[in-house]
């Protein structure tokens, strides 16, 4: 069965350091690939998103994600993070033969110390 | 505004007592699906509907139903829950055709504590 890991359940982080979030499938085939943000008490939103192109796609707030096939991985970047990006992070995955079905990742809570 | 509406947003019971959770968007998205978030577990999906009468079973259906009458309500309903049901749920919907590019929207979500 197709899995979606992310290796990093917490991270804690000082405002200005760099971030990047793991993200790893097991699908071989095409997919597509989502990145969602949830703020504590609020919903998922939509941070970024690939479906095929340029594999460094950029996203809302300063985010990028970076697209290796070879490694099958889709991790999240930003080169300098604000307190405001305390949440939770997750990665999506769709194959795409795999109509609607998308399999999120476990989640990486992020904290940003000011 | 474009927006998928869960309610009630916090709810407490006890085990054995029937409960329906209400979902509903106004965006006339075709696919609408229900998911459970636990702890390191990231977001599963419980049940998914691909138009009205066609629901189908997630990864986590046990304990669950669901139904679509009309388009734009999706309601989950706990026929009899019990505490491993505590959880953190949301509702989702997006269009069909497109496959899995058409972007997702999901509700405010619904904290369930079963005692």
């Known amino acids: 069965a197709q899995s979606v890991s992310q290796h990093n359940h917490h991270v804690i982080l000082s405002e200005a350091a760099s971030l990047e979030l793991g993200c790893n499938y097991s699908y071989g085939g095409t997919v597509n690939l989502f990145w969602y943000v949830q703020y504590p008490g609020q919903h998922l939103q939509l941070l970024l998103k690939?479906?095929?192109?340029?594999?460094l796609v950029k996203g809302i707030k300063g985010f990028e994600a970076e697209f290796i096939k070879s490694k099958f991985s889709f991790n999240l970047r930003k080169p300098s993070v604000q307190w405001s990006d305390t949440a939770e992070y997750f990665c999506?995955?769709?194959?795409?033969?795999?109509?609607?079905?998308?399999?999120f990742g476990g989640g990486t809570r992020l904290m940003v110390k000011p | 505004e474009a927006q998928v509406t869960q309610n009630p947003r916090y709810l407490i019971t006890v085990t054995g007592k029937k409960l329906t959770v209400t979902c509903s968007q106004n965006?006339?998205?075709?696919?609408m699906s229900w998911y459970r978030q636990d702890p390191g577990l990231g977001l599963r999906q419980i049940y998914y509907?691909?138009?009205?009468?066609?629901?189908d079973k997630g990864d986590v259906p046990e304990g669950y139903k669901v139904s679509r009458k009309e388009k734009r309500n999706f309601p989950l309903i706990l026929e009899s829950p019990s505490p491993n049901q505590t959880s953190l749920y949301f509702c989702?919907?997006?269009?069909?055709?497109?496959?899995?590019?058409?972007?997702?929207?999901f509700g405010a979500g619904t904290r369930l504590s079963v005692l």
């Open positions: 989702a919907s997006r269009k069909t055709g497109g496959g899995g590019k058409n972007i997702q929207y």
């Open positions: 509907s691909m138009n009205v009468e066609v629901t």
């Open positions: 690939y479906f095929s192109g340029d594999p």
């Open positions: 965006m006339n998205h075709e696919y």
């Open positions: 999506a995955v769709n194959p795409d033969n795999a109509g609607n079905m998308l399999t």
